[in-house]
């Protein structure tokens, strides 16, 4: 998205929160750790159990998602947008070497993460969802934190 000049003014020295603002300048300092959801695992028609982890790692510099598990092994360069109470994982580029992905196209909101009073994570599933189950759930409280 294109920041014009009071924008760009008032997100770099008024600290004001505005949709265009990355988001170390937001209020989102509560959200700054890593995360990981593992989804249920699915037996294979060969007997095996497949599986697949989530982590996503939310700095003030980087944001990264990474899927590992069945014939995958993905990371993902994202942004993180939102406030205090609910985030959107932003789809920004492929990092995994040789990966070639069309789906997704920069600023594609991938999914949510809402935080509950009593701390409870609820995620949305929007471009991206679970890929074990043929029927994922549109939201879940997949995701917890773990630093």
């Given at each position: ?58 700095t ?12 995958t ?23 995994t ?32 969802k ?17 630093k």
């Open positions: 998205m294109k920041k014009t000049i009071p924008q760009l003014f008032f997100c770099s020295f008024a600290g004001l929160t505005l949709t265009s603002c990355s988001h170390k300048e937001k209020n989102i300092d509560n959200w700054i750790g890593n995360y990981s959801y593992e989804e249920t695992p699915v037996k294979a028609n060969a007997g095996y159990s497949m599986v697949m982890e989530w982590s996503l790692a939310i003030k510099i980087d944001d990264t998602l990474e899927i590992n598990g069945q014939q092994d993905i990371e993902i360069l994202t942004k993180i947008e939102g406030d205090t109470n609910t985030i959107a994982v932003i789809y920004d580029s492929i990092l070497i040789g990966y070639v992905d069309a789906t997704y196209k920069k600023g594609d909101t991938l999914f949510t993460l809402s935080k509950a009073k009593n701390g409870t994570l609820t995620t949305n599933w929007i471009a991206l679970p890929f074990l189950s043929d029927n994922p759930p549109k939201e879940c409280s997949c995701f917890f934190q773990t």
